[in-house]
């Protein structure tokens, strides 16, 4: 006997990567958050909230911060949509576009918050193998006849980053929605935003947790047509950003500049650390993220889940995954300098 839907009965939850409590002395590497502080000038706006800010409801819109990104990215404010974190932009996706008969598709392995989200919806959620390389299996998603088929660009777990040619033959030949979640963009050299422009059928999904180091303020958007836009408004919570968020958000996306300059710390870390793995043996997908995608030779003494557990004992958290494909592997943050240095002599010893 149970009181919920048949679907959600059946749903194993979704399990988030290990969050240890602030005080526990570890060296994270297992969620992707970026290893440097906040923009100081959003610091600086969070000091300075004043309580009467928080007193009233927020604006629906958040519309100081849709100001701040429309002004980043030059795009008109009633192309960004802004929500509690992309994830929930993501919800709001489903809501709109995803419903029992209609299918829901994405190439694997990816982000695994999809099949949760395609499950709470009872769609009907059609996964398509990516190749070893990673390379976009256009004809197979366009063939899947998807209602919404999502894409993360630069991909996670592998890094990759999908070439802005073939995002744009998919969204041509997809008679339904093509999503291509960004959530790694800052990392990368291209985007695909260029792209809601070309086509009213494609949405852009960015977050401020990853690029912006802002993973716990919980603030993303998205971009695309003012008619795409307009139903997933209808199914998103009236106040659903803070006003804090808002406002703290709108001071991080204008500090572009400081988000830049941590990107490029991050990116000339992650090809030292590549490298360094890379000497030490092992396989490495081509990243255009904040982290590594890296296989142990079969040579080196531990597989890819002990190698997990020992560098955990070591207080190093990475993020393995057992599941298929990706059982044999490893997905790692890039940190700090000092951080990927404690990381390869952990392994190095080894
Ligand atoms: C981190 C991540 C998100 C979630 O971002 P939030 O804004 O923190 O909710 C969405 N998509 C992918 C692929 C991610 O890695």
Same mark, same amino acid.
């Given at each position: 006997?149970?009181y919920?839907?048949p679907?959600?009965q059946?749903l194993?939850?979704?399990i988030?990567?290990?969050?240890p409590s ?6 994270k /590497?297992?969620t992707n ?6 923009s100081p000038k ?6 300075n909230i004043?309580?009467?800010?928080l007193?009233?409801?927020p604006?629906p819109?958040?519309e100081?911060?849709r100001? +701040?990104a ?6 008109p ?7 509690n974190g992309?994830?929930?932009i993501l919800t709001?996706i489903?809501?709109g576009?995803a ?10 392995p990816?982000?695994?918050l999809?099949?949760? /989200?395609?499950?709470?919806q009872d769609?009907?959620t059609?996964?398509i ?5 990673y390379r976009?299996p256009?004809?197979?998603l366009?063939k ?6 999502f ?6 777990p ?8 073939l ?8 008679s339904?929605v093509?999503v291509?979640?960004e959530?790694?963009?800052d990392?990368a050299e291209?985007?695909?935003l ?6 009213? %059928? ?7 947790s ?5 993973a716990?303020l919980?603030?993303g958007? +998205?971009?695309?047509h003012?008619?795409l836009?307009s139903?997933?408004?209808?199914v ?8 804090i968020?808002c406002l703290v958000? +709108?001071?991080a ?6 988000k830049?300059? %941590?990107?490029e ?6 090809s030292?650390?590549?490298?360094q793995?890379?000497?030490l043996g092992f396989?490495?997908w ?5 982290f ?14 002990s190698?997990?557990q %020992?560098l955990?004992?070591?207080?190093i /958290?990475?993020?393995y995954?057992?599941q298929?494909r990706l %059982?044999d592997? /490893?997905?790692i943050?890039v940190?700090t300098?000092?951080?990927?240095? +404690?990381?390869?002599s952990a392994?190095?010893?080894?």
């Open positions: 006997m149970t919920f839907r679907n959600i059946a194993s939850a979704y988030p990567g290990e969050q602030p005080e526990t002395k570890v060296i /590497l297992n958050e970026n290893p440097y502080p906040p959003a610091l600086q706006v969070l000091r004043d309580g009467e800010l007193r009233r409801y604006h819109m958040a100081t911060f100001q +701040a429309s002004q980043a990215f030059g795009v404010p009633d192309w960004i949509l802004v929500g992309s994830d929930e709001m489903f809501r576009f419903e029992p008969g209609r299918k829901v598709v994405y190439p694997m990816t982000y695994v999809y099949r949760t /989200l395609s499950q709470i769609a009907e059609i996964e193998p990516y190749p070893e390389d976009l256009v004809e197979e366009v899947a006849g998807g209602s919404v088929t894409v993360v660009s630069p991909n996670s592998s890094g990759t980053q999908i070439p802005l040619d995002l744009d033959t998919l969204a041509v030949r997809l339904g093509l291509i979640d959530a790694y963009v990392f291209t985007s695909a260029e792209l809601v422009k070309k086509h009213d %059928n494609v949405i852009v999904t960015r977050t401020l990853k690029g912006y180091s802002l716990g919980r603030l958007f +998205a971009i695309a003012p008619h836009l139903g997933l408004i209808k998103k919570d009236s106040y659903n950003v803070d006003a968020s958000g +709108a001071a996306i204008a500090d572009s500049e400081y830049n300059a %941590n990107a710390k991050i990116k000339a870390t992650r030292r650390m590549a490298h793995l890379q000497e396989k490495i081509s990243s255009q993220a904040n590594l995608l890296v296989q142990p030779a079969s040579t080196f003494p531990h597989n890819a889940e190698l997990y %020992n955990k004992q070591q207080g /958290l990475v993020r995954f057992p298929p %059982n592997k /490893l997905r943050t940190g300098p000092e951080e990927t240095e +404690a990381l390869i392994i190095a010893k080894f």
